[in-house]
């Protein structure tokens, strides 16, 4: 009897490491850099529900600062990584503008570090990149192969970045999107809420047409990226990404105000002209996305229902 329940308990024990061997050896290791970032930290978010295939690695500048190519390339081969997805960008547009050195150096050459080191250690990469890579004369939604012409700092290094890293690591997915918010960090939402809740009239520009992109959505369809990679080989190219759907930053912000009930603030729809910025933003950027979601087998909810997703998860609404 002893005996017997010895070998169970053997048993138990061979099963358990069976069980760690197989679970070690299906999970893919994923890093994510600029993981304190809007949809870096909307991946964080959701990769607890993907643990059983994925194990994820987030990093932001202060863990992995990607314009250092040794470091990078380190951490890639030291931690294993299957998969870098690139979350890390400098995003302030108008910034850009007199901070060319900077934008260029994390927009191109880190976004070039990450592709060389995924070539080195056999990872693929997953960029995120944007709709100012188009000049904004268009009339209909861009496609992936459509000119590009970008008229800002930021739209041109967030280009040469996608340019670079295709020359260093072909096997890589980039997406462009666009208009992108979520409930962590700065953005147009919450801005628009601030303002809606503090002032009795804003001036909205109405001559910019575009969708806006939840980055939880985005956050959700780069994991079906990677489950389907998994399953049915890497797909690298460029793609476009966003909400479906088109509207102005004027109705956009009347949807902002209506999802939050916000009504003591009149939204006054004002030109381009009337508000200049530094950087020169595209007139229409609307995205056409069948190439992404015919590729991945997707479906992508409109821009006004994972808006008020959104605002409802919002603490402060
Ligand atoms: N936001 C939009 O409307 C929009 C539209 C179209 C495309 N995109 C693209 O979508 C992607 C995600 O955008 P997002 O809005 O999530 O950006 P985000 O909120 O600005 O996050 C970017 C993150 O990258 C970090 N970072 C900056 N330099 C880094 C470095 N050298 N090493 C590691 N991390 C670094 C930033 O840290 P710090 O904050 O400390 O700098 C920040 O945490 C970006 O590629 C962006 O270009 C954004």
Redesign the pocket.
């Known amino acids: 009897m002893a005996f017997f329940s010895g070998n169970k308990q053997d048993d138990n024990q061979d099963e358990t490491a069976k069980n760690i061997f197989h679970f070690e050896l299906v999970q893919k290791n994923i890093l994510v ?2 993981a ?5 930290s909307e991946l964080r978010r959701i990769s607890t529900l993907h643990e059983d295939n994925f194990r994820f690695f987030f990093t ?2 202060a863990e ?4 250092d190519a040794a470091a990078v390339d380190r951490f890639v081969k030291d931690n294993g990584i299957r998969y870098i997805i690139n ?5 302030a547009v108008d910034k850009a503008e007199d901070d060319v050195d900077l934008c260029f150096k ?1 927009n191109r050459d ?1 976004v070039v570090n990450l592709g060389i080191a995924a070539t080195n250690n056999g990872a693929k990469v997953i960029h ?4 100012y890579v188009y000049d904004g004369t268009a009339d209909q939604p861009y496609i992936e192969t459509d000119a590009v012409d970008p008229r800002s700092v930021y739209g041109k290094s ?1 280009l040469e970045g996608e340019k670079g890293l295709m020359k260093a690591c072909p096997e890589s997915i980039i997406i462009r ?4 918010y979520s409930i962590y ?1 700065n ?1 147009f939402v919450k801005t628009m809420i601030k303002y809606g809740k503090e002032r009795d009239s804003l001036n909205v520009v109405a001559d910019q047409t575009g969708t806006p992109t939840n ?1 939880a959505d985005l956050a959700r369809t780069i994991i079906k990226i990677l489950d389907f990679s998994e399953a049915n080989g890497f797909r690298d190219g460029i793609y476009h990404y966003s909400n479906e759907g088109i509207t102005t930053w004027y109705d956009f912000t009347l949807a902002i105000h209506k999802g939050a009930g916000i009504t003591t603030c009149k939204v006054n729809p004002i030109s381009t002209d009337q508000y200049p910025t530094k950087a020169t933003r595209p007139k229409y950027s609307v995205l056409n996305k069948t190439k992404i979601k015919s590729t991945f087998n997707l479906s992508i909810p409109q821009w006004e229902e994972s808006l008020n997703i959104c605002i409802k998860e919002l603490p402060s609404v």
């Open positions: 850099t600029g304190n970032g809007q949809l870096g932001d500048v992995l600062d990607i314009t979350c890390a960008a400098y995003t994390i880190a995120v990149s944007t709709d967030k999107t666009a208009w992108l960090g953005n980055a």
